[in-house]
């Protein structure tokens, strides 16, 4: 235990709280049990220690400990906990859950047996909490933390602080949106710092290096994580490491399941599945068709790349404008809308708006005669009627 107290608070030392993800903000943290998932690399155990350290901060009766620590190899978590509660501990937070193999059950019993104790946990966006036979969906309020906004690179990277705007906003005020926010930052540029670097807060660590680490990350993404969280025998992580190699080569990847599930070498249900996981893993994304269907076994229309650096991570090339615009505008929207295929344009959004993406000679042609259809365009500061700048997508959060 001595040990996890110096651990902690060595951390609670090195961790800046100067910048702070969106979703800080829209936390209920008077809840007494809170699960932040999310993709790999995306900052949830700096966004754990930061409201440690602007809360507890020389408090003995919190405690950070991640259960990937060699300590929870022979000490269960709820023994682990009745020792930190018998000290008088009252603030827990658990990070890596994912990597314990009974943490569902443990941190039930935890919460049902300490009603005075707060929980916070962390763990992989693979991990289906509201499903499984440890339900947790009565007793948990679960966030998800998305990759980095472009607002939110723009203030961590340049320090200028931004509003977030939604997307009805954007579509009715923004000529004199885009008018404001020109004045104080040049977005074009900050745009093109974001697709190289700007989706994953430790690309602060080395930006030369970033790529590299960022292939890493995927790379234990499908060695460790999806293995443990879903039972994926290593045979199978070949697979997965296949169809992420033939998804990356051709941006958006246009799917034929049977071609693609013989390509490697699974069955037709598998490979839906394993879509599936690659998606909450944060690896990819899939555009599908807005008609009802079963969700489980409805094809994906489109596939694309995670987001803009996971797009260039993976890339034999240099990626083509149009796939960073197509799959920036997709990431940017997929937090706070439902976007879904459009057989006219590139996506439809909430069923309701119809966009196309391209460049700022891009024509209205093919979307002309549809209502709510917008043109949202790349190298333009600032639009005009329908004509939309794609940078401005990037503030929705």
């Given amino acids: 235990m001595e040990r996890i107290y110096d651990n902690y608070n060595r951390l609670l030392r090195n961790v800046r709280t100067h910048f702070k993800r969106f979703i800080w903000n829209e936390i209920d943290w008077s809840d007494r049990l809170i699960a932040l ?25 919190a405690l950070y400990v991640s259960l990937d620590d060699i300590y929870f190899s022979n000490h269960r978590l709820v023994d682990f906990a009745k020792t ?6 009252k603030v827990l937070f658990l990070d890596e859950v994912h990597k ?19 929980i916070v946990f962390s763990g992989s966006s693979i991990l289906d909490i509201y499903k499984g ?3 947790l969906s009565r007793r948990v309020s679960a966030y998800h933390i998305p990759e ?22 954007i579509l009715k005020d923004h000529v004199i949106i885009c008018r404001d926010i020109v004045e104080k930052v040049k977005p074009l540029a900050m745009l093109n710092d974001y697709w190289h670097y700007g989706c994953y807060p430790f690309y602060k660590e080395s930006k030369t290096k970033y790529l590299e680490r960022l292939r890493q990350v995927v790379n234990t993404v499908l060695e460790s994580d999806i293995p443990i969280t ?25 799917p034929n399941m049977a071609n693609l599930a013989s390509l490697v070498e699974l069955d037709r249900k598998t490979l839906y599945h394993y879509l599936e996981v690659l998606q909450r893993a944060g690896l990819i994304l899939l555009l599908k068709s807005a008609k009802k269907g079963l969700a489980r076994m409805q094809k994906p229309e489109k596939i694309f790349p995670g987001n803009v650096n996971i797009l260039t991570a993976l890339a034999g090339q240099k990626p083509e404008k149009g796939a960073l615009r197509e799959t920036f505008l997709f990431q940017q929207l997929k937090q706070k809308y439902r976007v879904n295929y459009s057989d006219v344009g590139d996506f439809c959004v909430n069923e ?24 949202i365009c790349d190298d333009i500061e600032i639009g005009y009627g329908n004509r939309i700048p794609l940078w401005l997508m990037g503030m929705l959060y």
């Fill in 37 to 61: 998932m999310g993709a790999r690399g995306v900052g949830k155990t700096t966004l754990m220690l930061q409201y440690l350290k602007e809360h507890y901060r020389g408090n003995g009766n």
């Fill in 84 to 89: 930190f509660y018998n000290h008088n501990g």
């Fill in 100 to 118: 314990y193999p009974t943490w569902a059950i443990e941190i039930k019993n935890l919460y049902d047996s300490y009603p005075d104790m707060k």
């Fill in 133 to 135: 036979k440890w339900d």
């Fill in 148 to 169: 980095m906004s472009l607002r939110e690179f723009i203030q961590f990277e340049y320090g200028i602080s931004l509003e977030s705007v939604s997307l009805e906003d």
């Fill in 230 to 254: 879903q039972g994926i025998e290593y045979r199978n992580v070949i697979k997965l490491k296949s169809l992420i190699e033939i998804i990356s080569s051709t941006v958006p990847f246009v």
């Fill in 352 to 375: 309701k708006y119809l966009f196309e993406v391209g460049g700022k000679t891009k024509r209205f042609d093919q979307i002309k005669d549809i209502p709510s259809s917008y043109l």
